[in-house]
Nanobody, 120 residues
Framework: AQLVESGGGLVQPGGSLTLSCVAY????????MAWYRQAPGNQRDLLAS???????TYNDSVKDRFTITRDNAKNTVFLQMDGLKSEDTAEYYC???????????????WGQGTQVTVSS
């Protein structure tokens, strides 16, 4: 089982990117999926999560700019990022997990990450 992210790159401030993450092999009936990011020297932060029915939660830092969606049939989760800022520069990771007492709880599988750089 593995998660593979794609879609990162260099974008100018105010621009947009869409990240994708596919869960390959061994994932059955995924409960929840999420996107995290980690900048050098910082902790890995939860950005957004989505359950199998499409209900979403967002970190306040990206709410109203980022949108998480998923395609259950393809075991894929997406992160549409609009209005990108320099502080969004980081390595972005996806994760499969579950909700416990209303909070997203990460599972053991992580992708390799995809780099997003926002710069003019």
């Amino acid at each position: 089982a593995q998660l593979v992210e794609s879609g990162g790159g260099l974008v100018q401030p105010g621009g947009s990117l869409t990240l994708s993450c596919v869960a390959y092999g061994g994932f059955f009936s995924i409960d929840a999926m999420a996107w995290y990011r980690q900048a050098p020297g910082n902790q890995r932060d939860l950005l957004a999560s989505i359950n199998r029915y499409g209900a979403t939660t967002y970190n306040d830092s990206v709410k109203d700019r980022f949108t998480i969606t998923r395609d259950n049939a393809k075991n894929t989760v997406f992160l549409q990022m609009d209005g990108l800022k320099s502080e969004d520069t980081a390595e972005y990771y996806c994760n499969t997990g579950y909700y416990w007492e209303g909070r997203y709880t990460p599972g053991p599988y992580w992708g390799q990450g995809t780099q997003v750089t926002v710069s003019s």
